[in-house]
């Protein structure tokens, strides 16, 4: 499976808020979803775990942390985990 295009689904300054959004389209024209994160953005939402002020984020296979994001290293990121075969295992089909 190989990238053909990526579209950023959200302005990249929301992640201090949450996540980004991105849809990508494979070469077989099959479109893919899959988001992003920051440290910033992952304590800003998410599941409270009980009698803490903690948050968690857990079972989402088409997560991508990065430590800071623009769309060169969304970009860079998606077409490194495609070149290592793996974008199938860390996006879903787009819905």
Known sequence: MNIK?????DPIERHKRGAIEVA???T?????????F????MS???????????RFHYG?????????I????????LRDIDKQGKIELCTTPYV
């Open 70 to 77: 623009s769309e060169s290293i969304i970009k860079a990121a």
């Open 38 to 41: 920051t440290p910033e953005g």
């Open 28 to 36: 077989s024209g099959e479109k893919r979803w899959c988001f992003f």
């Open 24 to 26: 990508i389209t494979t």
């Open 44 to 54: 800003a939402c998410g599941d409270w775990i009980e009698g803490t002020k903690v």
């Open 5 to 9: 295009l990526i579209e950023i689904e």
């Open 60 to 68: 989402a296979s088409h997560m991508i942390l990065v430590s800071e």
